[in-house]
């Protein structure tokens, strides 16, 4: 009996309390017990979880007026300057703004302890900040200079706004040269002395979903802890499907642009972060629920760490000069174990994601389900798919 359900017929379970909402790991435990036919018909919605570094995100404020009024030319927050060619008094931080006094990588492998992610984490945790403003004046925003201090709740708007987030899978990163090499996968040692990667395999949400089937324009998720939406597909979207040895890894390029209240979030959720040599970034909780439409979509849903791969990548020189290829795939069975091997070596293993915080995540989502207080929403429009052909292109240089 083939399973099809409506998002409306979803949501009225919801509301009625009869919903059957598990996290995506459970989901295959219930496969393996039942079969996928009847999971799928049984299962109305399955939680996905992930928690890791996004270095695109970033957050539009909107400070409110002074007396005199001010068109403010140039903002720093904490000492870290936000791009004002907005209004008069809207202001974005991005997450990998550094402070203007950070010695950067000058004294390397730097230490970049003060970034616009740590800057977005203070105002969530309801911290003071420094508002430092300069301006032309005119004549009717005559005001020049402003220094003051404010907290998430005094200015009248804040939202997170992260134009790229959620990879739905990525690199596995070595380094092949003889010299430790810090990057935006961390601290990587020399002939292959670690591997480092960051999904949460079995539970990153656009793993379970690679086809785009049920993510979309509009889609209702879990963001650093309240409410968001997906806003549009993210930069660097460029899902295609690929294979290791005949096996459907997924999408490897699909990204997420996402968008929230940030006065509605929690500290717990979004993390300032610092890269030994790198930069400085937000950590960011995010959970999108799937609702089980057919069976095709729990087929995907119920994918194993077993069954999903992540392509071996080497750091030290093949990616910093943008030659293609990989050094093979490894599951995300064998990178949580701890250990993987390439080229007949064995490499030991460390997530950049969490994958406590990643099921917790799941589970909370799953919970506000249950208990009526989150909906699905249908999404107004259809993100691009592996289908559609997407194309990465390159700088051309003059």
């Known amino acids: 009996m083939s399973v099809e359900k409506t998002y409306a017929e979803i949501n009225s379970k919801i509301r009625e309390g009869k919903a059957v909402v598990v996290t995506a790991e459970e989901l295959i435990t219930l496969v393996e017990e039942k079969g996928l036919s009847k999971a799928a018909q049984e299962v109305d919605v399955v939680t996905t979880g992930t928690f890791a570094?996004?270095?695109?995100?970033?957050?539009?404020?909107?400070?409110?007026?002074?007396?005199?009024?001010?068109?403010?030319?140039?903002?720093?927050?904490?000492?870290?300057?936000?791009?004002?060619?907005?209004?008069?008094?809207?202001?974005?931080?991005?997450?990998?703004?550094?402070?203007?006094?950070?010695?950067?990588?000058?004294?390397?492998?730097?230490?970049?302890?003060?970034?616009?992610?740590?800057?977005?984490?203070?105002?969530?945790?309801?911290?003071?900040?420094?508002?430092?403003?300069?301006?032309?004046?005119?004549?009717c925003y005559p005001r020049r200079n402003l220094e003051t201090t404010i907290t998430l709740d005094d200015i009248n708007e804040a939202i997170l706004f992260n134009p790229r987030n959620c990879y739905q899978n990525y690199n596995c990163a070595v380094n092949l040269t003889n010299r430790t090499i810090y990057t935006y996968m961390g601290m990587i040692k020399p002939q292959m002395g670690n591997a480092n990667y960051s999904t949460s395999g079995q539970l990153s949400p656009l793993l379970k979903d690679p086809h785009f089937k049920t993510i979309g324009v509009g889609t209702k998720i879990f963001l650093g802890g309240g409410i968001g939406y997906v806003a549009w597909n993210g930069t660097q979207h460029f899902p295609s499907m690929i294979d290791a040895d005949g096996k459907e890894l997924g999408s490897a390029g699909g990204t997420l642009a996402l968008t929230g209240d940030l006065k509605q979030m929690s500290p717990r959720w979004l993390v300032g972060t610092s890269y030994l040599g790198y930069g400085a970034t937000l950590s960011v909780g995010v959970g999108i629920p799937i609702p089980i439409l057919n069976e095709e979509i729990a087929r995907y849903a119920a994918k194993k760490d077993e069954e999903l791969f992540a392509p071996i990548v080497d750091y030290g020189e093949a990616y910093p000069s943008f030659t293609p290829g990989n050094l093979g795939y490894a599951s995300y069975a064998d990178l949580k174990s701890g250990k993987i091997i390439v080229n007949g070596k064995e490499v030991p293993t460390a997530p950049l994601s969490s994958m406590p915080r990643a099921r917790e995540i799941a589970a909370t989502l799953k919970g506000w389900i249950k208990k009526g207080d989150f909906q699905l929403t249908e999404p107004v429009k259809n993100l691009p798919s592996p289908a559609d052909g997407f194309i990465a292109h390159s700088i051309k240089e003059d």
């Open 53 to 139: 570094p996004m270095c695109s995100s970033g957050a539009f404020l909107s400070f409110g007026h002074t007396k005199p009024r001010m068109k403010m030319q140039k903002v720093w927050l904490n000492g870290v300057s936000a791009y004002t060619g907005i209004a008069a008094v809207d202001a974005y931080i991005g997450a990998t703004e550094m402070h203007e006094d950070d010695p950067l990588n000058s004294n390397y492998p730097g230490e970049f302890r003060y970034g616009g992610g740590h800057v977005i984490a203070d105002l969530v945790a309801r911290k003071p900040v420094q508002l430092k403003a300069l301006a032309y004046g005119t004549d």
